[in-house]
């Protein structure tokens, strides 16, 4: 995923979806964080269900929020949506690996960002936590107006507006096996090329 300038005027979530649903120790998580304070504010320390992560000054940096796919709940419910959603999107190379990895996925953890990601080192701070929660398992990455990510991290399904500009790490798959390169959101070319599944020329 890129980084981006947070509007304050709406929620914006970044998910990590993965198949260890084991609890991830509440120090080791709070050690990744330091200095930053992290708050249980639903559930018990090592059995939390969201979290509370701030700036010393308690300006607050996000709400990370731990769902379990089980039936009924509200993981099961938000994975077949994303299952429902990625089968129309492109690449279609990549929409179809989604729609074979999304139902392993056993723990969607939302990270819902505030207004203290835009401050001082907010942002670094809760890349440093969600990395540590990706690295627990298996996992894969969404961002909200901008799609899914493989396992390494590199974007691979296109959900960008018109608008998307910028250099982005992307990866499509050739032969059974992921290509990773870096690409200009906002060249037509290279964008036609990403949709098709292929490697964009010049990248």
Same mark, same amino acid.
């Given at each position: ?12 979530? =970044? ?8 609890n991830?120790?509440? +120090?080791?998580? %709070? ?5 930053a304070p992290?708050?249980? +504010?639903?559930?018990? /320390?090592e059995d939390?269900?969201?979290?509370? #992560?701030?700036?010393?000054?308690? &300006?607050?940096?996000? *709400? ?15 994975? &077949?949506? *994303? ?10 190379s ?19 960002? @505030? $207004? ?12 440093? @936590?969600?990395? #540590?929660?990706? $690295? !627990?398992?298996?996992?894969i990455?969404?961002? /909200? ?9 590199? !974007? =691979?399904?296109? &959900? *960008?507006?018109? $608008?998307?500009?910028? &250099?982005?790490?992307?990866?499509? @798959?050739? /032969? ?17 090329? *990403?949709? %098709? ?7």
């Amino acid at each position: 995923m890129g980084g981006f300038t947070l509007g304050l005027c709406m929620s914006y979530y =970044i998910r990590v979806l993965g198949k260890n649903p084991d609890n991830i120790s509440l +120090s080791h998580l %709070r050690e990744r964080a330091h200095p930053a304070p992290l708050k249980v +504010s639903e559930g018990k /320390d090592e059995d939390w269900e969201e979290l509370v #992560l701030t700036h010393e000054s308690g &300006q607050e940096i996000a *709400f990370v929020e731990k769902n379990l796919v089980l039936k009924g709940q509200l993981g099961a419910d938000e994975l &077949q949506e *994303f299952i429902n959603e990625v089968e129309h999107l492109k690449p279609k190379s990549a929409a179809t690996w989604l729609t074979e990895f999304l139902p392993t996925v056993k723990v969607i953890y939302a990270f819902q960002l @505030l $207004s203290g990601t835009d401050h001082k080192n907010g942002w670094d701070i809760l890349e440093a @936590l969600r990395t #540590l929660i990706s $690295s !627990h398992a298996p996992s894969i990455q969404q961002a /909200d107006g901008e799609g899914f990510s493989n396992e390494e991290g590199f !974007h =691979i399904l296109w &959900q *960008f507006s018109d $608008s998307a500009h910028g &250099q982005w790490n992307m990866g499509v @798959l050739r /032969d059974g096996r992921w290509v990773h390169f870096e690409m200009d959101l906002g060249n037509r070319e290279h964008r036609e090329a *990403f949709l %098709r599944g292929e490697l964009p020329r010049g990248c």
